[in-house]
């Protein structure tokens, strides 16, 4: 299984780079993933969607849809692409450290 460096830990993730373990994750590697992929710096907004990506993750097993992260995150479908411009729900989750969203490509 593949591994990439964030932090200064080593973690276990899939051929996309998307974490095999959620627990691996550490607030500071999401300033890392999020420059890795062009996102820029993580302001308040971001940190709203990704707290909220891993919070929907530990209590249902998967993260939201873009669908239902717009009607339930507090952040608006257009907001979110604006704020994670190549595929909000999968973007987030890559930042959020936890799988690839059901449903995502």
């Known amino acids: 299984m593949p591994t990439k460096s964030y932090d200064g830990v080593d973690?276990?993730?899939?051929?996309?780079?998307?974490f095999t373990d959620p627990s691996q994750w550490r607030e500071p590697m999401a300033s890392e993933i999020a420059a890795e992929e062009g996102v820029g710096e993580l302001t308040d907004r971001h940190w709203q969607v990704i707290k909220?990506?891993?919070?929907?993750?530990?209590?249902?097993?998967?993260?939201p849809s873009v669908r239902a992260l717009g009607k339930t995150s507090g952040v608006s479908i257009k907001e979110l692409y604006q704020l994670f411009p190549k595929g909000p729900a999968k973007l987030a989750a890559k930042i959020a450290g936890i799988p690839k969203p059901r449903g995502c490509i």
């Open 11 to 18: 973690v276990s993730v899939d051929e996309q780079g998307f």
């Open 52 to 63: 909220f990506m891993r919070h929907e993750y530990e209590e249902k097993g998967s993260g």
